[in-house]
């Protein structure tokens, strides 16, 4: 796909998103790398944008330069963000009570702690991202030690979990168990959220404890 006509589709599946004002987003192209400048309201809608851009088809990479604008009188302190941000990790099912620590820096929030699944690190994260005043999250929470399955039967649920998938080509992609739980993924997808459907087949499976994601966009 040619960069113009790439760049307008991501154009247009900005405007198209409804949790993303596209006014004040800037879209470039350079070899199917896109990159979005300008600003928003809010991180949740500078996270929306990111997600908007990666599943055009075309998109190689996605670098994101949107800055979070919140309004003079919206703005929220850090002690607030941080009550809320803990208020709202509880109300999550499957987190376990205690487990996730949270410090906040001029809006700038970093998740700690240590959880048994992935899924209960991107619950934690998915909550805190949308409170108001938020600028930023780093998700350093961990995956604490588990009983690792054996090899072949990690990789055979995961390729399972490929094939059931219907907007994945699941042909494409090799999975490689290495030592401790880790989990390598190489191949080709056709679009950048592809990458992310593979990605979480692989955190699915009991005894995964890193993914790495070496898959290319073709």
């Not at 054996?150 to 649920?157: G, L, M």
């Not at 993924?185 to 459907?197: F, M, P, Q, S, Y």
């Given at each position: 796909?040619?960069?113009?006509?790439?760049?307008?589709?991501?154009?247009?599946?900005?405007?198209?998103?409804?949790?993303?004002?596209?006014?004040?987003?800037?879209?470039?192209?350079?070899?199917?790398?896109?990159?979005?400048?300008?600003?928003?309201?809010?991180?949740?809608?500078?996270?929306?944008?990111?997600?908007?851009?990666?599943?055009?088809?075309?998109?190689?990479?996605?670098?994101?330069?949107?800055e979070?604008?919140?309004?003079?009188?919206?703005?929220?302190?850090?002690?607030?963000?941080?009550?809320r941000?803990?208020r709202?990790?509880?109300?999550?099912?499957?987190?376990?009570?205690?487990?996730?620590?949270?410090?906040?820096?001029?809006?700038?929030?970093?998740?700690?702690?240590?959880?048994?699944?992935?899924?209960?690190?991107?619950?934690?994260?998915?909550?805190?991202?949308?409170?108001?005043?938020?600028?930023g999250?780093?998700?350093?929470?961990?995956?604490?030690?588990?009983?690792?399955?054996?090899?072949?039967?990690?990789?055979?649920?995961?390729?399972?979990?490929?094939?059931?998938?219907?907007?994945?080509?699941?042909?494409?992609?090799?999975?490689?168990?290495q030592?401790?739980?880790?989990?390598?993924?190489?191949?080709?997808?056709?679009?950048?959220?592809?990458?992310?459907?593979?990605?979480?087949?692989?955190?699915?499976?009991?005894?995964?404890t890193?993914?790495e994601?070496?898959?290319?966009?073709?």
């Open positions: 796909m040619e960069d113009k006509t790439l760049r307008a589709a991501v154009m247009d599946e900005l405007a198209f998103e409804p949790s993303v004002n596209a006014a004040h987003i800037g879209v470039t192209a350079q070899n199917g790398v896109v990159t979005l400048t300008g600003h928003v309201g809010t991180y949740a809608e500078k996270w929306a944008a990111e997600k908007a851009a990666e599943r055009v088809r075309g998109a190689r990479a996605v670098a994101q330069e949107i979070v604008r919140y309004a003079y009188d919206k703005k929220t302190s850090d002690n607030d963000i941080a009550e941000a803990l709202v990790i509880g109300w999550q099912c499957g987190l376990p009570e205690g487990a996730i620590k949270v410090k906040i820096e001029s809006g700038f929030v970093t998740l700690s702690g240590t959880v048994d699944w992935h899924f209960q690190r991107q619950s934690a994260e998915s909550a805190v991202r949308k409170l108001a005043g938020v600028t999250v780093v998700n350093a929470i961990a995956l604490r030690p588990a009983a690792i399955a054996h090899a072949p039967d990690v990789e055979s649920r995961i390729r399972s979990a490929l094939h059931r998938h219907a907007d994945l080509e699941a042909n494409g992609i090799d999975v490689t168990v030592g401790g739980g880790t989990v390598r993924l190489d191949g080709k997808v056709h679009a950048l959220n592809e990458r992310w459907i593979a990605e979480q087949a692989a955190w699915s499976v009991p005894g995964v890193r993914v994601d070496h898959l290319t966009v073709a």
